[in-house]
């Protein structure tokens, strides 16, 4: 299960730091990934990273600017949210998956969403 949470409203330029708590034992054998929604469009992907936290990767549009990070003492993936944009406005979700390639594309495992509106 997924429990993403920290969402709000921040002006533009401002940061914002989402979490994704996950539960069960095995969290470390497991990619996660963040992806945001817009209402009216498809639902896109942001950043992932991978299990023990070696890898990540992020969409062009938020490279510099978010951070993807993992916590396995807490079983918690972080996305620290820099320099936000009106157009980052969205529902964003984390997600989960044994294989990194795939949490970038159809992750097997959603959270609930969380919303970040980012005001100009």
């Known amino acids: 299960q997924l429990q993403a949470s920290g969402g709000g409203l921040v002006q533009a330029g401002g940061s914002l730091r989402l979490s994704c708590a996950a539960s069960?034992?095995?969290?470390?054998?497991?990619?996660m990934g963040w992806f945001r929604q817009v209402p009216g469009k498809e639902r896109e992907f942001v950043a992932a990273?991978?299990?023990?936290?070696?890898?990540?990767y992020y969409t062009d549009s938020v490279k510099g600017r978010f951070t993807i990070s993992r916590d396995s003492a807490e079983n918690t993936v972080y996305l620290r949210m820099n320099s936000l944009k009106p157009e980052d406005t969205a529902v964003y979700y984390c997600?989960?998956?044994?294989?990194?390639?795939?949490?970038?594309?159809?992750?097997?495992?959603w959270g609930q969403g969380t919303l970040v509106t980012v005001s100009s």
């Open positions: 997600a989960a998956d044994l294989a990194y390639v795939r949490v970038q594309q159809r992750p097997e495992y």
């Open positions: 069960g034992r095995t969290f470390s054998s497991y990619a």
């Open positions: 990273i991978s299990g023990r936290g070696a890898s990540t």
